[in-house]
């Protein structure tokens, strides 16, 4: 199993630019979060998914989108790049609910100049 | 406000000295978890305790859950420089998601 796989690794954009984040698991997990990491700090929830067609907003979702068409792909999207988006991306999964362990990709550097 | 605070923010110690790091709220949490995370990846699971009191060991760190379910204790003996790297502790406030803490990040200099 790859497990939890991102690309691409890096990216710099252009303020008002737009790209989508890939995030990809293989171990049939249905519970899929994208978090984002600024430097030195934890993780801030941006947008999660329980299951293909079914997506929620988590603590910071201003100015991303998501789709879950499937159960293995769960991309994010941004709109209009803005410097406050520079970050370190990083998509999760997880089995269950219950069982909170979550599965964790490379990450996504990102630097909107 | 942080539902899950943890300290300190920074540690930097020699090799062979212990070390505890703390994750303190003032809600009650039915789980905490345990990650660490070196630079340049993501975070991976070390432990969950689940019951309130609960010890856990893995090798050279030991967890431990509050009594009361609000608080957690990482405590690392005889550091090693393979031990560097920011430990976060997370909980499930409600439904399939967690909450982070900002995380301790550790040096341990050889």
């Known amino acids: 199993n790859a497990g939890v796989t991102q690309t691409p690794k890096f990216r710099i954009l252009k303020i008002g630019q737009s790209m989508t984040l890939q995030c990809a698991q293989d171990m049939n997990h249905n519970y899929m979060y994208w978090y984002r990491q600024d430097p030195g700090m934890g993780l801030k929830l941006i947008y999660y998914?329980?299951?293909?067609?079914?997506?929620d907003k988590g603590e910071v979702p201003n100015g991303y989108n998501v789709s879950r068409s499937t159960t293995e792909d769960f991309p994010l999207r941004l709109e209009l790049a803005a410097p406050s988006q520079t970050s370190v991306y990083f998509c999760?999964?997880?089995?269950?609910?219950?069982?909170?362990?979550?599965?964790f990709g490379p990450g996504t550097r990102l630097t909107v100049t | 406000t942080q539902l899950l605070e943890q300290s300190p923010q920074f540690l930097s110690i020699q090799e062979g000295e212990n070390l505890t790091v703390y994750c303190n709220s003032s809600s009650v949490f039915s789980s905490l978890q345990w990650y660490r995370q070196e630079p340049g990846e993501g975070p991976v699971l070390l432990v969950t305790v689940v019951t309130g009191g609960e010890v856990k060991k893995l090798k050279r760190l030991t967890f431990q859950f509050g009594d009361a379910r609000k608080d957690s204790s990482l405590h690392i003996t005889a550091a090693q420089p393979g031990d560097t790297g920011l430990y976060l502790c997370a909980g499930p406030p409600s439904g399939s998601r967690l909450t982070f803490g900002e995380g301790t990040q550790l040096t341990v200099n050889p």
């Open positions: 999760a999964s997880t089995r269950l609910a219950m069982d909170y362990e979550q599965y």
């Open positions: 998914s329980v299951g293909a067609g079914i997506t």
